[in-house]
């Protein structure tokens, strides 16, 4: 199974300001990676995914992040954020093929004002 | 993509009781799953669950305390058995959805054990 670390346990960000959440994985042949929301006291919401191909990932709003084999890392990125975006962040991996995704612990993202 | 309607969304139950956790799917799909997160922790596996087969456990999770059905290709429960105040968690299902590595989540159960 895969090991997946977000680095950063938690990030305050001002608003309109960018952030970066770090996550990487143990390595395998084949790997898909996700980035899922959290909003307080609901479930789980896709951000993006990555299966193959192009190793920038654009998902829903405004954030995209980064495949990079060599590192095995898949860093999400906001150029700009809202009090919206305050929640917690997981990113998630799975062996290609296997259909169990295995999560990070999580980064709890505070934008302020 | 799918939409998952997870019943009941929270729950405060004496120990040694049981809590049965629903999930109906809008459509049919293939591989059910269901995770546990604990109070500030991040999602864990508890087991697969296809229909027309036993659920599959993950380590650490038995079928004596989260026994799981899987009648349809659109439903799913699991209990939680003999509760104990460490069984506290937010309980969730999640479908895979037509093999395009969708993962779909239900809105989760907040389980509360005193």
């Known amino acids: 199974a895969q090991s997946v670390t977000q680095l950063d346990s938690q990030v305050p960000v001002f608003e309109e300001a960018p952030v970066e959440l770090r996550c990487n994985y143990s390595s395998s042949v084949s790997v898909y990676l996700f980035w899922y929301v959290q909003y307080p006291n609901q479930g789980l919401q896709l951000l993006l995914k990555y299966l193959s191909g192009s190793t920038l990932v654009k998902g829903i709003n405004g954030f995209e992040a980064e495949f990079n084999k060599s590192q095995t890392s898949f860093h999400l990125r906001k150029p700009s954020v809202h009090i919206s975006d305050t929640a917690e962040y997981f990113c998630?991996?799975?062996?290609?093929?296997?259909?169990?995704?295995?999560f990070g612990a999580g980064t709890t993202v505070t934008v302020r004002a | 993509s799918a939409v998952i309607s997870q019943k009941p969304s929270r729950d405060i139950c004496q120990r040694g009781t049981s809590l049965t956790i629903q999930c109906q799917v809008d459509s049919q799909v293939t591989m059910m799953f269901w995770y546990r997160q604990q109070p500030g922790q991040s999602l864990t596996l508890i087991a697969t669950a296809n229909q027309g087969s036993e659920a599959t456990y993950e380590s650490g999770f038995v079928i004596d305390k989260f026994p799981i059905s899987r009648p349809n290709l659109t439903f799913s429960t699991l209990t939680v058995s003999n509760m104990s105040p460490e069984d506290s968690s937010i309980y969730l299902c999640s479908v895979e959805e037509g093999q395009s590595y969708g993962y779909t989540f239900g809105s989760g159960t907040r389980l509360t054990v005193v």
């Open positions: 998630a991996v799975s062996d290609g093929g296997d259909y169990k995704l295995s």
